[in-house]
């Protein structure tokens, strides 16, 4: 059974260009969370999506910043003009719904 | 609303000293409390849980006693390893309302030396 699934695991783009992550989730998930960690800090949380919806979106920028978890395929986190200060450690985690939070390993975005 | 503060690192150890991370959450329901681990380069994996008041999750030689009359979930381990050096997270999950909200501290950097 395999694990939450990002990828790529290392991106990197010049600013103004657009960053698109992608998750997987573990298999018969249907809860995605996105976090963000910047250097140095701790795990700030972005938005919380199910299959076709979006959940709760607190944590996200109000722009540049967008997520999805169409019907079919993996959740996208797309960040449009990429300024130097999106540079972090993007985490995508799974659940059921209640309980545990499984955790993929992570996309590393670097920003020149 | 619900929200966990964790001790400060970072943290220095020697190996086999005795370890513990202070955690307390505050919240407003019947939380689920956990403890993550970050090795350098990877994602978050879970360490232990505890569901209910009183209970004590243990893994790896670590443990945390939910504490429902201090509002605290500190983890403790009796001996560390040079292989514990980790960044260490402590959550909540309030399963009340939709969906399980996860709450993070800030993680507490730990780092054993030889």
């Known amino acids: 059974n395999a694990g939450v699934m990002q990828n790529p695991r290392h991106l990197v783009r010049r600013r103004g260009q657009e960053a698109r992550l992608r998750c997987s989730p573990m298999?018969?998930?249907?809860?995605v969370y996105w976090y963000r960690q910047l250097p140095e800090e701790g795990l700030k949380f972005m938005v919380y999506?199910?299959?076709?919806?979006?959940?709760?979106e607190s944590g996200m920028p109000k722009e540049r910043f967008s997520a999805e978890f169409p019907k079919e395929g993996p959740s996208i986190l797309r960040i449009q003009q990429v300024v130097r200060g999106d540079s972090a450690a993007y985490f995508c985690?799974?659940?059921?719904?209640?309980?545990?939070?499984?955790f993929g390993a992570g996309t590393r975005l670097s920003v020149l | 609303g619900d929200s966990v503060t964790q001790m400060e690192g970072p943290v220095t150890l020697s190996e086999e000293a005795f370890l513990t991370i202070n955690c307390t959450y505050t919240?407003?329901?019947?939380?689920?409390l956990f403890w993550y681990v970050q090795y350098p380069g990877e994602g978050l994996q879970l360490l232990l849980k505890?569901?209910?008041?009183?209970d004590k999750g243990s893994n790896k030689g670590f443990e945390a006693t939910y504490r429902k009359e201090t509002t605290s979930f500190h983890l403790e381990k009796g001996s560390v390893q040079v292989s514990d050096s980790a960044v260490y997270f402590c959550?909540?999950?309030?399963?009340?309302?939709?969906?399980?909200?996860?709450?993070f501290g800030t993680g507490t950097s730990l780092t054993v030396i030889p």
């Open positions: 985690a799974s659940s059921l719904g209640t309980g545990i939070q499984y």
């Open positions: 298999k018969g998930h249907s809860h």
């Open positions: 999506l199910q299959k076709e919806n979006i959940i709760d």
């Open positions: 919240a407003t329901g019947y939380p689920s």
């Open positions: 505890a569901t209910k008041a009183d």
């Open positions: 959550a909540l999950s309030d399963d009340a309302g939709t969906g399980n909200q996860f709450y």
